[in-house]
């Protein structure tokens, strides 16, 4: 077929003329090759989602091969650079993961180590099993945690120097969802609390520590976890999907989630810091190189999503094409950055947005551009994936639809029904009457809407999926005082009905 012809003799080309391999892979790979294809495809790529701005990295080789910025950082059209600073959302994980395993080596914690002495002096109370919960429990997210604690957007934002012992203080006001050392459930509340036993082994702060740890060993300059470093103040400016099209917003930096989410760095310091995974053995700033992480043991996520079928030690790992891949994706609501290393290639990618992840259909739009661009650079057809009209114009639609009709059924409601109880003299006994017209739909409205507002993911579907997220809620908040305005007026129509036959 023509089209694989021509994806074949592109990886080919990159595989020899970009990548600078020097080794002839046939006779396709005499051709001189640039970086033009690359480009392309990236480019084409971001305008089919229609993504503001991105930067991708790729390193091979023991150093970066390509660090490109497209499109603009923010409204005033600032273009986007490979030093441009992003914040990288859930790869933040592996730098804390990364901090852990440090001091694991130097043996000032322990992968069995209980965590909670090193956090029971800031806390109040903490869940039943939660004493036996581990370092390694919470590095591999099996510690018995629940996702929905601690996931961005449902948790305030704490400020001051006691942010991170008051979130942690907060998490643990949760029960379990299962014991501790089971299944794998992927939660935020994790890093948080490893953040704070790295505080109470060290005597510094989180951000200190990756800057001691991390940052500086790897020449990250660039890289930032405070609020209050300048870098912070110009990062790119997040874009979340209404209705299929991107509006800029302004969500806040929290300070207590630096290890779950909130690192800020650039494309030029995240192909540093993918390098020093790639290295052979552990150096300065990494205690465990990707292919070490690949070959630990590993509990399987029981996820569909491409390389994140199983989790080590704060990483993904997978394969793809018969190579073993060690990743990590993130996103904050209105940016997304994913870190993929390849170590039997040599390879790693690193592309970071300034658009919400969930572009497409789900965690496939998260990945699309990432993705496809390690096949492509392993040779491999690239899988492109378009955005899911279903995700991006019919749910939302749908949701707002509910949350007009709400009213819409209030206002015929009260227009044909009311003057008919008033003028009603028959429909059986009034008790009869009563739980006809009273009772049954208010609990129906009412009900309905208790369930959504208590068992719904609300807060993280306004920050993931904001126009699906917000018609929901507000559907839920209006059908809930309709029951209750209805229950009112329906009672004072039945009993001014009754006045008027007594």
């Avoid at 590095?139 to 012992?165: F, I, K, Y």
């Avoid at 490893?194 to 082994?201: S, Y």
């Avoid at 103040?233 to 207590?256: E, K």
């Avoid at 007009?404 to 003057?419: E, G, I, K, Q, Y």
Wanted: charge should be neutral; aromatic fraction near 6%.
């Amino acid at each position: 077929m023509r089209w694989v012809r021509r994806w074949s003799g592109l990886t080919r080309a990159l595989a020899v003329g970009l990548l600078g391999s020097g080794v002839a892979a046939g006779p396709a790979a005499a051709q001189p090759a640039t970086l033009t294809e690359v480009d392309a495809w990236v480019t084409e790529r971001l305008a089919a989602h229609d993504i503001p701005g991105a930067v991708v990295a790729v390193v091979r080789d023991g150093r970066a091969v390509h660090l490109a910025g497209y499109g603009v950082a923010d409204r005033g059209g600032r273009p986007v650079t490979p030093d441009t600073p992003f914040l990288i959302g859930s790869v933040s994980k592996t730098f804390t993961a990364t901090v852990v395993l440090q001091l694991v080596a130097e043996g000032a914690l322990g992968l069995d180590d209980p965590v909670l002495p090193h956090l029971e002096h800031g806390v109040d109370r903490y869940p039943d099993g939660f004493e036996q919960v581990t370092v390694r429990q919470l590095l591999s997210h099996t510690g018995g945690l629940s996702m929905a604690v601690g996931l961005a957007g449902t948790v305030p934002v704490e400020r001051g120097p006691d942010a991170l012992q008051r979130r942690v203080a907060e998490l643990l006001r949760h029960r379990l969802a299962r014991p501790p050392g089971g299944a794998f459930e992927y939660s935020n509340a994790g890093p948080v609390l490893l953040a704070a036993v790295v505080e109470d082994v060290t005597g510094e702060t989180f951000a200190e520590q990756l800057d001691r740890r991390v940052f500086t060993p790897l020449g990250m300059d660039a890289s930032f976890a405070t609020e209050d470093d300048a870098r912070a103040a110009v990062t790119v400016t997040g874009h979340q999907l209404w209705f299929g099209r991107w509006r800029a917003v302004d969500l806040p930096f929290d300070p207590a989630g630096v290890a779950m989410g909130y690192v800020g760095s650039t494309a030029r310091d995240m192909a540093r810091f993918a390098l020093a995974h790639l290295a052979e053995e552990p150096g300065p700033g990494v205690a465990a190189v990707a292919a070490e992480v690949a070959g630990r043991p590993v509990v399987p996520t029981g996820w569909d999503v491409p390389l994140e079928t199983a989790h080590g030690l704060g990483w993904f790992v997978d394969e793809l094409g018969g190579h073993q891949v060690v990743s990590h994706a993130g996103s904050l609501g209105d940016v997304t950055a994913h870190l993929v290393l390849v170590p039997d290639a040599d390879l790693g990618v690193v592309v970071l947005t300034n658009a919400s992840a969930f572009i497409a259909a789900g965690h496939t739009g998260q990945y699309d551009l990432s993705l496809g661009l390690t096949r492509l650079l392993l040779g491999l057809e690239p899988e492109p994936t378009d955005r899911s009209f279903l995700l991006s114009i019919v749910a939302p639609i749908v949701s707002w639809g509910l949350m007009l009709l709400v009213p819409v059924t209030a206002a015929h409601h009260l227009r044909r029904t009311l003057p008919r109880w008033r003028r009603e003299r028959r429909g059986g006994t009034p008790a009869a009457r009563w739980r006809r017209r009273v009772v049954a739909p208010g609990i129906a409205w009412v009900g309905a809407a208790a369930l959504v507002l208590a068992l719904a993911p609300l807060p993280a579907a306004r920050l993931f999926y904001p126009d699906v997220g917000w018609g929901l809620t507000v559907a839920a908040w209006l059908a809930l005082a309709w029951g209750v305005i209805r229950t009112v007026v329906a009672t004072h129509a039945l009993s001014a009905r009754a006045d008027r036959c007594g």
